[in-house]
Structure formats: structure tokens, C-alpha cells
């Protein structure tokens, strides 16, 4: 499974539930993935805006909407 991939899987979650609110440990096993790439999708979306993490190191949709 490459990032790109597993990213848009991600994101297209998110937007479902935007209440939505996961640790990096949450989201790995909602989303059946190595604890690793599941980090790195979570930081590639947070840095590019569609997901932001809070201070407790929850993600939730982030302010930009995927076009």
C-alpha cells in the first residue's frame, strides 16, 4: 500500500465524521495499519493542512477541504 493511497483512505474517513478525533494509536488500528506508515500518513496530512493535531496529540479535520 503506498502513501498516497492510504492517505486519501485516511482523509476521505475524517471527512465522513468530522467530530472525529484519533490518537496515532487509534488511527493505526481503525485503519488495520502498521503503527509506522500510519505516522507518516497522519504527519503528511497535518502538515499539508487537512488534518490538524491537538495538543493532546489527537488529529481531526483540519481547516483545508481536498479538492
Request: aromatic share 4%; with cysteine.
Amino acid at each position: 500500500m503506498d502513501v498516497e493511497t492510504v492517505s486519501r483512505r485516511v482523509l476521505s474517513e475524517f471527512a465522513e465524521m468530522p467530530g472525529m478525533a484519533l490518537t496515532p494509536r487509534q488511527a493505526s488500528l481503525l485503519f488495520g495499519l502498521d503503527q509506522d506508515l500510519c505516522r507518516v500518513v497522519l504527519d503528511a496530512l497535518v502538515d499539508a493542512a487537512y488534518l490538524r493535531q491537538r495538543n493532546d496529540g489527537a488529529v481531526t479535520l483540519g481547516h483545508r477541504v481536498a479538492a
